[in-house]
């Protein structure tokens, strides 16, 4: 592991909100923060389960605008990671799902620019996605320079960056900095996306082929560099500061196949890494046919959206140069590091699935 930067947490940052605070990054981040000696609030409809002396709890729901201004009052720093992920495209579900991602997504994010408005908090990170910019062709070391997508092919894309636009175009009204942090795939203890599909094909014993050549490469961003990223960034929101205004792409500078990626995952979960592949097109072509008798005829879903498919099979990934000259970001953990330090959390997951599924 690389040294961590300085960061003088109470110092810089005064009393932090944390937006969907019992969940994966929210928890990670309240309590990276409470160690640094900040003083946290956290707002989620889950309880958070974390106990500290200098945390403050609020359960309540990101779409209920008066408690979510209530909650930045006495606030100088939020972090707001609440989302909602939904890669199906807004045609293919109902309305009540797209109502439901527009609603915490993009309405929740409005709410928190709201609040901190009303009550003078001086800095907002907003979790955005790289999902922002990718267009269904690949890309290799993007960089922020990249339009934002135009043709929006998934709810969480469309909300996302519908968002992320909102929240840089509130930067620098009445005293308010923000801006926005795009990770790639977020991994590490508590994840509960990322590698869960996966384990739930390995128990179904489904995983018996790898899809497409092995050639396309993806970035990741391990949740520690991602929340050393949005620290490094929250340090710089001040009127001589680098980020207001800004986007980064934080990840782990390590681009990789997804396969590759998770064998360590798999192999130590006891399973043999699959030494088939399957042609790329043939299965997107597969699932894309399956997804359009689905929407029209009211067949069952596929097992995936075919979005989920190309977003492995095509080259997606981007340079932390920006992050490297505005923040110094660096990050702190290698992928062999972070693997080491959550594969207990997986093998922990893997048991509790098998349960969960009465294996």
Not at 76 to 91: C, G, K, L, Q
Not at 111 to 128: E, M
Not at 163 to 184: F, H, M, Q, W
Not at 229 to 258: R, T
């Amino acid at each position: 592991m690389t040294s961590q930067a300085n960061i003088d947490g109470p110092k810089q940052l005064g009393t932090v909100l944390v937006t969907g605070g019992a969940g994966f990054v929210g928890q990670n981040l309240a309590n990276t923060l409470l160690n640094l000696g900040c003083q946290v609030r956290v707002l989620d409809l889950a309880c958070c389960p974390i106990e500290h002396a200098n945390l403050e709890k609020i359960q309540g729901n990101i779409c209920d605008r008066d408690l979510v201004i209530e909650a930045c009052k006495g606030i100088d720093t939020v972090f707001h990671t609440a989302a909602i992920i939904e890669i199906r495209a807004s045609n293919s579900v109902s309305e009540s799902v797209r109502k439901l991602s527009y609603d915490i997504n993009l309405g929740g994010t409005q709410n928190i620019v709201a609040g901190c408005l009303k009550h003078g908090v001086k800095r907002l990170v907003y979790t955005s996605s790289n999902s922002v910019v990718i267009d269904g062709q690949p890309i290799s070391s993007g960089n922020e320079t990249l339009s934002y997508v135009e043709r929006y092919r998934d709810l969480y894309t469309e909300t996302k960056t519908k968002a992320e636009r909102y929240v840089l175009a509130n930067n620098g009204k009445d005293g308010l900095y923000t801006c926005a942090i795009r990770p790639s795939g977020i991994w590490g203890p508590g994840d509960q996306t990322m590698f869960k599909r996966l384990i739930e094909q390995l128990i179904k014993g489904v995983l018996k082929f790898r899809v497409g050549d092995g050639s396309a490469r993806l970035d990741n961003s391990y949740v520690h560099n991602l929340i050393h990223g949005k620290l490094l960034a929250a340090s710089q929101l001040n009127h001589a500061g680098n980020s207001p205004g800004e986007a980064y792409f934080i990840n782990d500078n390590e681009p990789v196949n997804m396969m590759e990626f998770s064998r360590p995952v798999i192999e130590a979960l006891g399973y043999p890494y699959p030494k088939r592949s399957i042609s790329y097109g043939m299965v997107k072509g597969v699932l894309t046919v399956w997804q359009k008798a689905h929407e029209w005829l009211r067949l069952p879903e596929p097992p995936q959206p075919p979005l989920a498919v190309e977003r492995i099979c095509i080259d997606n990934y981007f340079s932390i140069e920006k992050a490297q000259q505005h923040l110094g970001y660096q990050p702190i953990y290698t992928t062999a590091e972070g693997m080491q330090q959550c594969l207990p959390y997986y093998k922990a997951l893997y048991q509790d699935m098998l349960k969960a599924m009465g294996k």
